[in-house]
């Protein structure tokens, strides 16, 4: 008799699906053999700025594209921001205030704070640039191979993937730092950990504000 469907048990997990292999060294290496490196880059209030200026913004924006000899990926994160720490600091300030004035202003202005919270109208939006690295740069030898051999797995040692990723987008990363520098933006490399809190909160959105670290295994070079 054959066995109920209903009756067999899972046994993939939810990181199955997940094409990340590792975070380590500051790289997010994927199943593939693939790996990349995040950018995190602060923002411009585009509005706030002359017309001269916004046309300069523009220019050295598309100069910024041209001048790519390689591919890039812009990924924009919101997410609804919390106050409840600037909440705090202002209920702090109320209680050491003592001009009647200044109380009333400061209440209403926490009012309003709570009432726009409760919209859902405060969003934090965060700008990454991802860099790719494909695992056709490890080689064609290897690549085949992981195309052809049964057993699911990285073409190459973790490591070796990392280091070669890593020597890869250093220039490209330095390279786009540098213009994006000339528009008034700033960029940084997010670390091992910083990454594990991005793809987490990604993942999962019910638990935004909960703080993952990474294992001790996967802080050290592989």
């Known amino acids: 008799m054959p066995n109920n469907p209903a009756q067999t048990p899972l046994r993939s997990t939810s990181q199955d699906h997940l094409d990340v292999e590792d975070i380590a060294s500051d790289i997010v290496v994927l199943k593939d053999g693939s790996a990349c490196m995040i ?9 706030l700025l002359s017309e001269k200026e916004q046309d300069a913004t523009i220019y050295a924006y598309a100069q910024l594209l041209n001048s790519l000899t390689f591919a890039i990926q812009i990924v924009i994160v919101s997410k609804q921001k919390d106050v409840t720490d600037y909440l705090k600091l202002l209920d702090n300030q109320l209680a050491k205030t003592t001009s009647p004035q200044i109380q009333q202003q400061l209440v209403k202005y926490r009012d309003f704070v709570k009432t ?13 640039i991802s860099l790719p690295f494909s695992s056709l740069e490890l080689g064609v030898a290897s690549t085949l191979g992981s195309v052809t051999k049964k057993n699911k797995g990285l073409p190459r040692p973790k490591a070796q993937i990392i280091d ?24 940084r490399q997010l670390t091992s950990a910083e990454l594990l809190q991005l793809f987490f909160d990604y993942y999962n959105r019910g638990q935004l504000g909960t703080k993952v670290r990474l294992p ?3 802080a050290t070079p592989l």
Do not use: C, M
Request: no cysteine; charged share 25%; aromatic share 8%.
């Open 116 to 128: 726009i919270v409760r919209q859902g109208n405060v969003l934090d939006k965060k700008f990454y």
């Open 164 to 187: 070669r990723a890593t020597t890869n987008l250093s220039p490209k990363r330095d390279h786009l730092v540098r213009l994006l520098a000339r528009i008034g933006l700033r960029a």
């Open 216 to 218: 001790l295994y996967s």
């Open 39 to 47: 950018l995190e880059v602060s923002a411009l209030n585009f509005g």
